[in-house]
């Protein structure tokens, strides 16, 4: 009996599909993120390729890694079949310290365990440094035959960063302002590349206990910067978020909340700042907790200083000139003094005519 064409083109489809089998994930998830968890699954139903001819069993599973930050292949663990009751299958890597935790299952008597000798591990502390290759590796039994085929099956984790360092802050950096004031609100915090949301809520504080944040005020605007990446880590990719929201303080209430509310995934982080709207005269008056006060005492000193200055050039300017009143008067009159001298009569010199008493009366004498 001949097969036509197409019939044998479908068996020849369907043996092949009953040899080839496509490789099945290993790792539960390809993206892993700090401080979540995943598993990593080991048995035949990982191989990839063609199934060998005449399998008999499984005769040994092996868990190897190789981390990203060390390029090397590390042996985690081993279960060889035939492993009797209570006896613990071979784990050769299990830092201190860690959250790990590991399930043997199916040895059998090391024939036909195909479909049930399994090593599950379960990572319940990712760390970035956990990015890597990760490889499930199964040694066959083989019947008539004299070695083992190994067949592999690999698949490359990569690892990004949960949500971390939350900050939120304002520009002016203050907590007191005026109705109409102009603020800036900043929101940050370190993530992935992807996936990082913000969120903004207007909240009075004293209705935090409502179940809806009040509408947001007039004349507000956000605006979310694109990540940017950060340096100095390893295995994860660390990207900085930032979102900002601009406000005109309005009126109404005299403590107002502004909330930032961060999500990525199933993790969220959020904080609030809190502000006090004063009115103009409060602001004047409430003794220095408010930071205008300082700039008004200041502008008070330096226009004292500058009244002082202004006096004290005055004063000398009329010093200066009362000086130069007194030089020039004096010198007039020492200049009329000098013309005076110069039209004045010399001065006229008389010979005396009398003569000594004593010398007439010694010459009678004689």
Not at 24 to 52: E, H, L, R, W, Y
Not at 98 to 123: E, H, K, L, P
Not at 326 to 352: T, W
């Amino acid at each position: 009996m001949r097969m036509s064409p197409s019939a044998l083109s479908f068996l020849l489809i369907c043996t092949f599909m009953a040899t080839v089998r496509s490789q099945q994930s290993i790792v539960s998830t390809n993206t892993i993120s700090t401080g979540a968890k995943f598993t990593v699954t080991c048995d035949a139903n990982k191989a990839t390729g063609a199934a060998p001819q005449g399998v008999v069993g499984v005769q040994q599973l092996t868990i190897y890694r190789n981390l990203t930050s060390t390029n090397t292949y590390s042996n985690i663990a081993q279960y060889r079949a035939g492993i009797p009751p209570g006896v613990s299958p071979n784990v050769t890597n299990n830092p201190t310290g860690r959250n790990w935790t590991f399930t043997f299952s199916g040895a059998g008597n090391g024939a036909n365990n195909q479909g049930t000798m399994r090593i599950v591990w379960d990572v319940n502390d990712v760390s970035c440094n956990d990015a890597g290759i990760y490889r499930c590796q199964i040694d066959y039994f083989l019947a008539n035959a004299p070695s083992v085929t190994v067949f592999a099956a690999d698949q490359n984790v990569t690892a990004t960063t949960g949500l971390s360092n939350f900050d939120i802050k304002a520009d002016p950096y203050q907590n007191d302002f005026a109705v109409d004031d102009n603020v800036t609100f900043t929101c940050s915090a370190i993530g992935p590349a992807t996936g990082v949301t913000f969120k903004w809520e207007f909240w009075v504080k004293d209705q935090f206990d409502m179940d809806q944040p009040l509408t947001m005020p007039a004349n507000s605007e956000t605006m979310d910067k694109p990540p940017v990446p950060q340096t100095g880590n390893t295995g994860c990719a660390q990207y900085k978020w930032e979102s900002m929201l601009r406000i005109q303080v309005p009126a109404g209430n005299d403590q107002q909340a502004y909330k930032c509310i961060v999500t990525y995934l199933q993790q969220q982080e959020s904080g609030n700042w809190t502000i006090g709207v004063k009115h103009e005269a409060e602001r004047v008056v409430s003794g220095g907790t408010d930071p205008d006060v300082g700039m008004i005492v200041g502008i008070i000193i330096g226009c004292l200083v500058a009244i002082a200055i202004v006096v004290g050039i005055i004063v000398f300017l009329r010093y200066r000139k009362r000086s130069q009143e007194n030089r020039s008067g004096n010198k007039d009159e020492i200049d009329a003094a000098n013309e005076a001298n110069l039209h004045a009569p010399p001065p006229v010199f008389y010979p005396s005519s009398k003569q000594s008493k004593g010398s007439k009366d010694e010459k009678d004498t004689k």
